[in-house]
């Protein structure tokens, strides 16, 4: 399985998360490749040529190295993992942008995706439908809160619906809300709960 990872700072819960999830993983005998996108610098800026490719739906434009490094990573996997923090009901603008720059024209939409049509010369491989996509998702607020809001739904609809789509045979969002701050007691027994769930989920993936 391939885990991307996103957050700016390791002193975070999500980190925390990811080292529980990990550990889950590793000790139920799974193996797993990692993109940190903060850590490796990941650029999320879409430049006018990538946008072109697309525009016009021309997949003989030729992808960038760290493009292809993560589009590489996931069609070596069955599954697909994000671990990140909800910012005002999104993903961190670096991982948006992971979004818009990997999942391009003719490898994860567009009639170029199936590999009959791909010119010799194209750059791009289409993307596999993966068994399954996993979503876990770090909030201040508590899920309830989210619920009520109907921000959970707009995180689930984005997520789930757009980005992953047909792409996976079985998808899920997990939200494991309640981490802000103001409350240190009550923010240290979700950090304990969540971290806990987390390793569950790498145990049981």
């Known amino acids: 399985m391939h885990i991307v990872y996103c957050h700016p700072s390791e002193d975070s819960l999500t980190a925390e998360v990811r080292d529980a999830f990990i550990s ?10 990692i993109s940190d996108l903060y850590q490796q610098g990941f650029q999320t800026d879409m430049t006018e040529a990538e946008y072109l490719r697309d ?11 760290d493009v292809l490094v993560e589009q590489a990573l996931i069609n070596a996997s069955d599954a697909l993992v994000f671990i990140y923090p909800v910012f005002w009901t999104e993903a961190p603008a670096k991982l948006v942008g992971w979004f818009g720059r990997v999942w391009r024209y003719g490898y994860a939409y567009g009639a170029e995706s199936n590999s009959a049509n791909i010119p010799d010369n194209s750059s791009i491989k289409p993307m596999k439908v993966l068994d399954k996509v996993l979503f876990i998702a770090c909030a201040g607020n508590s899920r309830e ?4 809001q109907g921000r959970l739904q707009s995180m689930e609809n984005i997520m789930l619906g757009d980005r992953v789509h ?3 045979k079985h998808k899920e969002l997990v939200l494991l809300g309640g981490t802000e701050r103001s409350d240190p007691s009550r923010r240290e027994a979700m950090r304990i709960q969540h971290t806990k769930t987390a390793y569950r989920l790498g145990e049981n993936f």
Request: charged letters at 30%; hydrophobic letters at 20%.
């Open 166 to 168: 047909d792409r996976a």
């Open 55 to 65: 525009a016009y739906y021309d997949n003989t434009l030729p992808l960038t190295d």
């Open 24 to 33: 889950g993983l590793k000790d139920s005998g799974k193996t797993h490749t």
């Open 145 to 148: 809160t989210l619920e009520e």
